[in-house]
């Protein structure tokens, strides 16, 4: 059975371990990737409100159809699946890093599309059309990797369908992420490739829409254990479900935990500090322990 990804959907509000996404980049939309995301009132077209606002994500692949009428294209995401995206006035297009007008939009060998989740629905912010296949980067969960055919199978966030990717022998694999905040970083080998695994895998378009894994890193493994230390941001003590923001750099986890386990659990709430350690499971990371850190009394002319 596929894990469950549902929690995936927090990212609108929360980046958690288990975000799964598949993308693409290329120098060619390096510098235009973020224009569309603050684009400034007067650049909507009239009687349209602003493009929606959050995380966005490069998808790469081949733009196959195109509805004018339905204002909707198909993109087949290398190495795995067909994904409808919808467009309109607000979706900027370039050619090569050219703006262009959206009309000309038609069938792409190659293109780089920015999308943010509109609703349920996917929605381009900008397209990217591109002489040369972009090289893409896949983070997901590992469903299978079957070492004799060199294919590695990656749950996304982005469709039901995985990710399948070649894996050819000698292929580099690391350890990084939570891994490489235990101390136990560096490299690993294509025997480290369990199902349940989250992985970060860089990859080029290998042709027929097919992607070429070039770099592996594994973020957590079943059983690996981590520290998170920060603000609790997010508490459903009905689902059972806490989210810690690091002020450090600003990165927020999704944690599991019981409260029945913690008598700690009544004292939590939003802003709290915590350190919680916690065991990935293959699905989640799930605490083991629980600890309120205390707040230190600021002293005028302290750090």
Do not use: W
């Amino acid at each position: 059975m596929r894990p469950n990804l549902a929690g995936v959907m927090l990212a609108a509000f929360v980046t958690i371990p288990q975000l799964a996404v598949c993308g693409a980049s290329t120098q060619s939309t390096a510098g235009n990737a973020s224009a569309p995301a603050s684009q400034s009132h007067s650049s909507i077209p009239s009687g349209l409100p602003p493009a929606p606002r959050g995380k966005s994500t490069v998808l790469g692949g081949a733009i196959r159809e195109v509805d004018p009428v339905r204002d909707e294209l198909t993109l087949h995401v290398f190495g795995g699946h067909p994904v409808k995206i919808l467009f309109d006035a607000r979706t900027q297009f370039y050619r090569n890093g050219k703006k262009t007008p959206l009309r000309d939009l038609g069938p792409e060998s190659h293109a780089s599309i920015q999308t943010v989740l509109d609703g349920t629905k996917i929605y381009a912010l900008s397209i990217h059309a591109l002489s040369q296949a972009p090289e893409g980067e896949c983070q997901g969960q590992i469903l299978s990797y079957d070492s004799a055919k060199g294919e590695l199978q990656v749950a996304t966030a982005l469709s039901r369908e995985p990710v399948k990717l070649h894996v050819a022998q000698g292929t580099p694999v690391v350890r990084t992420g939570q891994a490489a905040a235990n101390g136990v970083s560096g490299p690993a080998d294509l025997s480290s490739l369990v199902p349940g695994s989250l992985v970060s895998v860089q990859f080029a378009s290998a042709g027929d829409g097919e992607g070429l894994a070039n770099h592996i890193s594994i973020l957590a493994a079943p059983g690996s254990a981590a520290v998170f230390s920060g603000n609790i941001s997010f508490l459903d003590l009905h689902a059972n479900l806490l989210v810690i923001t690091d002020p450090r750099d600003g990165k927020s986890y999704s944690i599991s935990f019981d409260p029945a386990r913690f008598p700690i659990a009544k004292e939590l709430h939003q802003g709290t500090p915590v350190r919680v350690k916690a065991s990935f499971d293959g699905t989640h990371y799930v605490a083991d322990t629980i600890d309120v850190k205390k707040s230190a009394t600021p002293q005028q002319g302290g750090d």
